[in-house]
Structure formats: structure tokens, C-alpha cells
């Protein structure tokens, strides 16, 4: 195990885009023909679907979940991509982008995750509303603080789980869990600093978005700029935005995911071949 730095961590991602940045726009590029290939095979398969099925709640929830593979498993390609950049950038893969089994493995790790946190929302709700009746509203939302508590601690002990799937080939939360012993606090800050640079990054970029659609398209009012308004008065402006997003996405992804693999090299510490190297 190597020293760990929380904050050295969460910049892991700015890094990568100031080496790597030609990768990065390549990504932007993938992104968008990845959007539109998953949203036309979703669409045939859920038209096909439909049409078997008819207007049932039956073939709504597969549509839906049609819908959320798709979803998962483009982001997948471009998260996988960011881990093989960074741990194994010999594989052979365009742009570090592909599909296969790590791809699979990440979006089966996604949709543990979702089912777990749908299970502890579903607590802490029902948790809340017990006590609310029983100690007031304050007495509710004091002990519902509890299960959010352990919601966090357990997202943290588990955040590895995802750069595990593809570094070591294998599904193992409990990897996750060993090596975030006693390094959580760390880990815990790690994600707090990350998801500040986050939250700054997108509001620039949202501003910034914002800026760019209405040089092109004209400002009328602000209000005009986002909202139902923009898909019903301006449709051109309103993919535009959808297009920038996407473009934009890759980023969000490099800044959110890079900071895992860094955390995760840091506590496993440099393999065999990299500390022979050294010597």
C-alpha cells in the first residue's frame, strides 16, 4: 500500500485531461455516435416490443428496462475506458473504448448498486415516516439522519467495487470493503472534494451552455433558455443543449471515475512488474 492523499486523488481527473486531452475529445466524438446507436436499437427493440406486446404494463416496464440497460451500457464504455487508460492502456481497443466482458461486468455493478440504494431509500423512508408519527416531524428527520449516515459509510466502503470489476476481471465488494479498511475517513474525503470540483465544473459548464445556445441561437429571456419553453418555442435550441450535454459527458466522467482509480492504485499498491521497474 502506498500513501494515499485524498486531494491528490480527486484531481486525478484534471490530470488526465491536461495529458490526455486529445483522448478526451475523441471521446466526446464516441460519446455521441454511442448515444445514437444505443438509442436506435433500444427504440427498434422496444417498437418490436410493443408491437407484440401491445399497450400492456408489461411491455412498459420491459421498455423502461430496455431503456436502463441501454443507459448503463454507455456509460459503461466510456467509464471502462477511462479505467483502461489508466490501468491498462496496452490493451488493444480503439480510443481505450470497446465492448466486452469488463463493459458487462461494470453494468452488472451498477445495477447491484441501484437495486441497493432503491432498497435503503425505501428504509430510510419508511424508517422517517414511523417516527415522524411517533416523535414529530424533528424526531423523524433526526433518526432518518441515521440510515442516510449508514448509506454513505457503505457507499464508501463499496465505491471501489467498480474499478475492481475491470482491474481485476471479477465482481468483489467485498475487495472493495477490505481495502477501504480503515482508510474510509480518506476515502470519504476523497469523494467530498470530488464532488465539489463536480458540482463547480457543471455549473460553469451549465453556464457556459447556456452562453453558447443563446449567442446561436438569440436571447429572448432567460427563462426561454431552459424548461419546457425550450422544447416547444425553440426545438433547434433544445438540441442543441442535448448535443452539448452529450459532447460534455465524457468530461464528467474523467472527473468522477479517474479519482476511484487513483484511490484504488494507491491502497493496492504498484503491481510486481512497475516495482521492479523501479529498482
Known amino acids: ?4 492523499s485524498a486531494s491528490d486523488a480527486a484531481i486525478a481527473g484534471f490530470r488526465l485531461i491536461g495529458q490526455r486531452w486529445r483522448v478526451i475529445v475523441g471521446w ?19 417498437v418490436a416490443i410493443g408491437a407484440a406486446a401491445g399497450a400492456s404494463p408489461v411491455a412498459a416496464v420491459i421498455a423502461g428496462a430496455i431503456g436502463l440497460l441501454a443507459t448503463l451500457l454507455a456509460g459503461a464504455i466510456l467509464v471502462c475506458g477511462v479505467f483502461r487508460l ?23 455493478v451498477w445495477l447491484i448498486g441501484i437495486v ?5 431509500a425505501a428504509c430510510i423512508a419508511l424508517v422517517g415516516r414511523a417516527l415522524q408519527g411517533q416523535g414529530g416531524l424533528a424526531g423523524g428527520v433526526a433518526f432518518a439522519l441515521v440510515p442516510v449516515a449508514l448509506a454513505i459509510w457503505l457507499g464508501v ?4 467495487a467498480g474499478v475492481i470489476s475491470f482491474a481485476e476481471r471479477r465482481i468483489d465488494f467485498a475487495r472493495s470493503w477490505r481495502l477501504t479498511h480503515g482508510r474510509t475517513w480518506a476515502v470519504l474525503g476523497m469523494c467530498v472534494i470530488t464532488a465539489c470540483l463536480l458540482g463547480v465544473v457543471w455549473i460553469g459548464a451549465w453556464i457556459l451552455q447556456l452562453v ?10 432567460l427563462a426561454s433558455l431552459v424548461g419546457q419553453a425550450t422544447l416547444e418555442r425553440h426545438p433547434g435550441r ?31 499498491g504498484p503491481a510486481p512488474q512497475e516495482v521492479a521497474a523501479e529498482a
Do not use: C, H
Not at 448535443?243 to 479519482?259: E, H, I, N
Open 1 to 4: 500500500m502506498s500513501e494515499f
Open 28 to 46: 466526446s466524438m464516441a460519446n455521441l455516435l454511442i448515444v445514437i446507436a444505443t438509442a436506435i436499437v433500444a427504440s427498434v427493440i422496444v
Open 86 to 108: 489508466m490501468l491498462r492502456p496496452e490493451e488493444p481497443a480503439y480510443l481505450f473504448l470497446r465492448v466486452g466482458k469488463e463493459e458487462a461486468r461494470l453494468v452488472v
Open 116 to 120: 441497493a440504494w432503491g432498497i435503503l
Open 157 to 160: 466502503r463499496f465505491s471501489l
Open 212 to 221: 453558447l445556445t443563446g449567442a446561436l441561437t438569440g436571447f429572448d429571456d
Open 238 to 268: 433544445f438540441l442543441l443543449q442535448l448535443l452539448l450535454q452529450v459532447l460534455f459527458a465524457p468530461v464528467l466522467w474523467v472527473l468522477s471515475q479517474a479519482p476511484l482509480v487513483a484511490t484504488y492504485k494507491a491502497l493496492v
